[in-house]
């Protein structure tokens, strides 16, 4: 155990749950996470390798899947349209 004013800091497995603060830069695979409050990602983001993808440069949104929305939508250019399409 590492300690600091008797608090365990480090210990073989684990970051002691003190420590708020940190410079890690890689921790692995996570098995779950919970974020509060805002998050900034820098690199895009990828759900599943591309189920849900936001490029990082562009901003550009795809999904694999169905986008389902409910109240009002708004679309501010053109919208290009492949296949039905139900009003």
């Keep these: 155990d590492y300690k600091i004013a008797n608090v365990s800091v480090l210990n073989a497995t684990t970051l002691g749950g003190a ?3 940190s410079s890690l830069t890689n921790v692995g695979t996570l098995t779950a996470l ?3 409050g805002a998050t900034n990602l820098n690199g895009g983001l990828a759900m599943d ?3 849900f993808t936001v490029a990082d ?3 550009n949104v795809a999904t694999a899947g169905t986008l389902n929305v409910t109240g009002l939508t708004t679309l501010s250019a053109s919208a290009n349209i492949v296949g039905d399409v139900t009003i």
Excluded: E, L, W
């Design 34 to 36: 919970t974020v509060s």
């Design 19 to 21: 420590v708020v603060n």
């Design 57 to 59: 440069a562009t901003g």
């Design 49 to 51: 390798t591309n189920k």
